[in-house]
C-alpha cells in the first residue's frame, strides 16, 4: 500500500493523535503544521462551523500544496439560538477557561426549563480536485450543575447530559464517547468518502 499524505490543520497534539489512529491505517500520512514548519493560525471570521473549517483546510492546502482537512466544533444550546455555537471556545470572553466557560453558560441558561443542546463537527476537506464537507451531532442536555467529578473529557462536557448513556460526558471514558461524538460521527463520514477520492 502506497502511503498518501494530507494535511491536518490542528495544533493540537490530541487531535493530531486521533486522527493518525483513524488514518494511518487506511495508508494516509497525517501531516500537521507543527510537522511542516508552518506557522498557521488564520482567522476563523466565519458564522458557521463549515465555514470556518473550510478556512482552515483551504488555507492549509494553499500552503502546503497537500490535500488538507480541519475541523470546526462546538455546543449549540436550543434555548440560547444555537449559541454559543461557533464562539464555543471563544464564549465570555478572552481570560476564562474550560469550567469559567461552561459555569457562564449555566448561569445564562438560568432555570430555563428548555435544556436542549447539541455538540456539532464539521470536517472540511480541500484539494485540487475538490471542497467538501462531512457534519455530525450528538443530543443531549444542558445539566443544571457543573461535574466537578467526572475525569473525563474537556470543554463543556461536565455540564453535558448524553440520555442513551444515563450520564454526562465527563463521566464517559474516551473510548465509549469517540463511539457517539459529533466528531466521531462527521469523521465517519469523511472516512467513508476519503480513499476513494484520493490518488
Ligand atoms: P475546536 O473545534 O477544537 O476549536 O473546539 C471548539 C470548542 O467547542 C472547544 O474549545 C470546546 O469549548 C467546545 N467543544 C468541541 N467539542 C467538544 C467536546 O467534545 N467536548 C466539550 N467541548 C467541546
Redesign the pocket.
Known sequence: MTTKQIAFA?G?AH?IKEMRLLLEPLGFQILSPKDLSIPFAPEETESSFVGNALIKSRELYRLTGLPAFA?????CVDALGGRPGVF??R?GGEGLN?KD?AIRLLGELGENPDRKAN?T?VIAYSSPKEEVSFDGQVFGEITKDYDSVGQY?????PI?YYPPFGKR?SEVPEEE?NKV???AAAMKKFLSWLPSHTS
Open positions: 490542528s493540537s487531535k475541523d470546526d466544533s462546538g455546543i464555543s471556545a464564549y474550560d466557560r455538540y463537527c473529557g474537556f470543554g463543556y462536557d453535558f460526558f464517547k461524538s459529533h466528531r
